[in-house]
C-alpha cells in the first residue's frame, strides 16, 4: 500500500498529556511531559468549554525511550477490547535515487514473505489465528507498519510485528513474484487522469528533488531494481534508533512498557545516514506548465494545479498556514467553493479543493481543479489569485475559525475510536518532529486567529509566483458521448412506521446514527438509476425550511457533528455501504450534542428545499462521476456481471446512474423519489452510544413522530430471477492496459448456514489470494463476496491482472473452485479463519457509526439489531464438517458466468 504524506487535516492533530503514574523505570529514559487543564481552551476566545475540557480529558499519552533509540508513545484507550501497535520507520521514498525509485514500497512488500523464524505463510497464519490485522503502506518520507489485535493477543502481535521488521530475510526466491505484483500495482493507476495530472505538477514543483519520483517507482525502475539494492536499504533504514512505535488500546501502561521493552528493545541501534537538503528553483514569472494526457484520458476535461511552498512543521506559522488552506478550499463553502459557485463563473470548472502537505524541512500548499476541457484556465487561474489576495486584506470571522477549531477537537475524539486509523493519521507528524513536535503543536493551533491567518496569506502567498501546471487531453472532445460496559438494545416501530433501533454501550462518548432509507433502486424508477445520488447532495446544499443553504451545513458544523449522505468518490474501498437496496445519512455526535444532532437531522429530512437551483447543482456533480465510472474496468466488469447474472435489473453496479439518463432527469423526478424513499414507514433510524434507551427514544418520538412525504408507502417485496442459464462467457475489449475478471455462480442454503458462510468466504479468498497473487504473481487484486439479497444468493470472484494473464487466470481461478469442493480441513485451520473473522469484525465496528450500520443491515434482512453482535457467537462454533458440506453445496454448480473486461 502507498500514500502520500497529505496533510490529513489540522483536525486530525493531536496534543497528548502524559497520565502521572507512581513507579520506576529501569534502563528507560522517559520523557517527561504533562500540560495544565487550562491550556486548551485558553486561547479560542468563545469556543464551547465543553468541547475543549472533553477533548482535554482524552488526551492523555506515556512517552519514553528504548535504550537502542526507539520513541515509545503509550495511550490508554478502553473503549473497545482492540490494540494496536503502529511502528513509523522514518524512511520513505526520499532516501532513494534515479535507479532505487519504488525500493522503499518494495521492500514493504518483501517484509511479508518470511523472517529467520517464521515463513510467508506462517506469518498470515499467525496473525489470522489471533484474530489480527496486519498492514503497512509507504509514503515519501516514512513507512508505516500497524497491527490490530484483540487485547489478549497484544503479546502475540508484537512479537510478529518486531519479528518482521528487524529479522526479515527478504527471500530472494520471492523476490520476482513482490517485482510482478508491484508492477500491476503500477499498472491500475497508469489511466487514472487524476494521477497522472498529480505526476505531472509533482514532476515540476519538485523539479530535482527526490519528491519528485512516485512512491511506488516506475515500470522501468522496478523492472531493474536489484535485489541487493533493497537488502541494503532494509540495512540501512530499518533500525530502532530511527523508528517510532505508538501503542493505543485496552491496556495498562505500567504492563504494557515491559512488553514493549521485551519485544522491541533487544535489537541494537545503527548508525544513519546524513539526511540530504532540498533546494526549491522557484519560478520567476507567472506561467503554466502544459502537458497531454495519456492513454484513456477524456475528452471533455483538464486538470490544473497550484502550488506554493509553506513554512515547515516547527515553523510559528504553520499552525495558521493549516487553517488558511482549510478557509482557502478544504472545507464546506470555502472561499474557492463560494467563489465558483457563483452564477457568472458556475461553468468554469467541476470541482476545485486546497490542500496543505508537510514534510520534515517544508510545507506545500496545494490547489487542485478538475475543468471542461474548454474552460480558459488563465481567467481560473486569475479567479483563484484574486481569492488569495483578497483573503490578505480580509480576514476571516472569529465565529467561522471558532467553529472551523470546534469542528476540529471533536473530530480528534472521534477518530480516537479507529485506534490504528488513528495512529496512522498522526504518523506524518511524528515522522516530521517526534513527540516533541506534539508538546506544543496543539497549544499553538488555538492560538491561531483571524489576523495569524491573514498573516500568513500576506507573508507567503500574496507575492510569492506559484508552480502552475496542466493537463490537457490530446484528442479533441468527442460531443457524442478496560472492562466494558453492559451492551442493551432496543427496537421499536413508531405510530408512522418509522423503526428505530438503539444500542446503548457506556464506554465511549461518541454517538453514532444510521437513517437508512429502504429499496432506493425501486423507488427510483426505471431509467433513473443515480437519481439518489442527486438526492442525497441536494440535503445539504439546499438546506432546510429553517436553515435555507449554506446555514444547514454551518448548524451541523457548529457541534462538530460528522454527516455523510453520499460516497466520497476520492477515497477508495469506503464504498461498501453504497448499495441498491438503501439509501442512508451517517451522523456522528458527541454525547452532549445528541438531542441538537437528532433534531437537525429531523429537520434536514422533514424540511428539504429541493429547487432547481440545487436539483441542476447537484445534477452537474453527478454527471461527471458518472461519466468517470463508465471508463472503470472494474465497475465496468461489474455492471456486465450482473446484467448477464440476473433477468431484471435492481441496480448492482449502477448506483452512480448513466450520464444520458441522468441528463433527462427533473426536479420533479427527485421530490416524487424524497416522498417515496423518506418517508417514515421506510425509514430505519439506528443509534449507537452512550444514551441511555429511555432518553434517546424520547428525543427521536419528538423529532420524527409526525408524518410526511407519501406516509405508508413501501416498495413491493421483490423476488429476484436469474438468467438461465446462468453459465456463458461475455467478452468485452476496452483497450486499457489493465483487465478485469468476474467468475461467479449462484447457490442455495439456509439462514442458520450463514457463520460456516463466512468461514468458507475467509478459506476461500486465503486460497485465492495466496495462490494466484502471491504464488503466481497474476493479480494486483482477488477477492470473492457471496451477496444475499432477499431470495437470491450468489457468488462474485473478481480479479484484476494485465491482458497476456486472463486465460491463465480464468483457469486458475476454476481450479480453485474445484479444488475447495474436495479440501478437508483441519481444527486448527478453522480456528484460524474464526479468528481472523472475529478481528476484522471488531476493526469495522469501532466506529459508532458503523456499528448503527451494522445494526441497519441486521434489521434489512429481517433480523434484531442484536443479531449482528450474536453473530460472532455463532461462529465460534463452526466445526470443519460445516464448512466442508457448505463448500459442496456453494460450489455445486460449474455452471460460471465469466466476465472478462479487457
Known sequence: MVYRNTFFRY???????????????????????????????????????????????????????????????????????????????KTGSFNEDESTNGCAHFLEHLLFNGTKSRTQKQLYDEMDFYGGYNNAHTTTDYTNFMILMPKEYISQGMDIQADMLFNSILPEEKFEKERGIVIEEIGKGENDPAQQAQNHFLRTFFANTPYEWPVLGTVSTISHLKYDAVREYYKTWYVPNNMILMVIGDFITTEIIELVKEKYGKYPAGRLPERKGIQFNPPNKLRIIRANGIGNFPADRQYLTMGYVLPPPTGEDFQSSQILAEFLGGKENSVLDVLFRKEENSDLLYSISANMEFHREFSTLQISAELPSDSDTDHVVGLILQAINDMAVNPVSTDELNTLLTSGLINEIYLQEKLHYYAMMKSGYLAAGGYAFYREYMDGLMKVTPQSIQKVCQKYLKDQIPVITAMSPSTPINEETTKRSQISYYQEILPNGLTVAIKENQDSRVVGIHLLAKDRCIAEGEGKHGLTEILQRMFLSGGTLHYPEDALYKKYESIGAEIKLYDNPHIDFDDYYNSPRFAYIRLKVVDFYFEKGIQLLAETILRPQLTQEHFEQAKKEVIPLAAKAESDTPLRAKRVFYKNLFAMDIGYGSEIGFPEQLDKLSLEDAKSLYNKLYNPSNLMLAVSGNIPVDEALLLIKRSFGGTWGNAGWNAPVQHIVFNEPVGRIVREKTGKTQSYISVGSTYEIQKGEIPALAVLQYVFSESLAFQLRETQGLAYSIGVSFPLHNNAQWYRITMGTRPENIDLAISGIQKEINDIRKRKYEKDEVQKAINAILGRHGMRRLDRVNQAYYMSMEILDGNPPEEDELFLEKLKKVTPEEVEQLAQKVFKSDDHLIIIIE
Not at 16 to 42: E, N, Q
Request: with cysteine; proline share 1%.
Open 11 to 89: 483536525l486530525h492533530c493531536v496534543f497528548f498529556i502524559r497520565k502521572l503514574r507512581l513507579f520506576t523505570l529501569s534502563l528507560i529514559t522517559v520523557l517527561s511531559l504533562f500540560c495544565g487543564t487550562g491550556g486548551i481552551a485558553g486561547y479560542a476566545e468563545g469556543m464551547d468549554e465543553g468541547v475543549s475540557a472533553l477533548f482535554h480529558d482524552t488526551q492523555n499519552a506515556f512517552v519514553f525511550y528504548l535504550d537502542n533509540g526507539m520513541e515509545v508513545i503509550l495511550v490508554e484507550n478502553h473503549a473497545s477490547p482492540m490494540i494496536t501497535a503502529f511502528t513509523i520507520v
